[in-house]
């Protein structure tokens, strides 16, 4: 059964950086596709950065240059790196898996629970 369990969310001043991260289990993570979406209150969701299996990137044009998406396989853990964090990041932020490159479609078969980032201006 594949579990996927975020952390790392909180809340931060304007200007600031998180670190989530995601574990991941029931499955053989090196060889599945990741990728981080968010959820601001009254919005939908959005794709925020993937990573395939062999590392490459790919990231929505307002996360470009601030948000880093990074996989550890031996730690089955995926992590996102977020710099100068706005208020208008401010969402619950999920991972997702699939086994199928999706990029960014909200296509994926699994998703964790989410962890929320908040930040003040």
């Given at each position: ?17 998180l ?6 289990s ?26 395939d ?12 240059g ?19 964090l ?10 997702a898996?699939?086994c ?22």
């Amino acid at each position: 059964q594949v579990q996927l369990v975020e952390s790392g969310g909180g809340s931060v001043q304007a200007g600031g950086s998180l670190r989530l991260s995601c574990a991941a289990s029931g499955y053989t993570y090196s060889r599945y596709y990741m990728g981080w979406f968010r959820q601001a209150p009254g919005k939908e969701r959005e794709g925020v950065a993937v990573i395939d299996s062999d590392g490459t990137t790919g990231y929505a044009d307002a996360e470009k240059g601030r948000f880093t998406i990074a996989r550890d396989n031996a730690k089955n853990t995926l992590y996102l790196e977020m710099n100068s964090l706005k208020p208008e990041d401010n969402a619950m932020y999920y991972c997702a898996a699939d086994c199928i490159l999706w990029w960014l479609l909200q296509k994926y078969n699994y998703w964790g629970q989410g962890t929320q980032v908040t930040v003040s201006s």
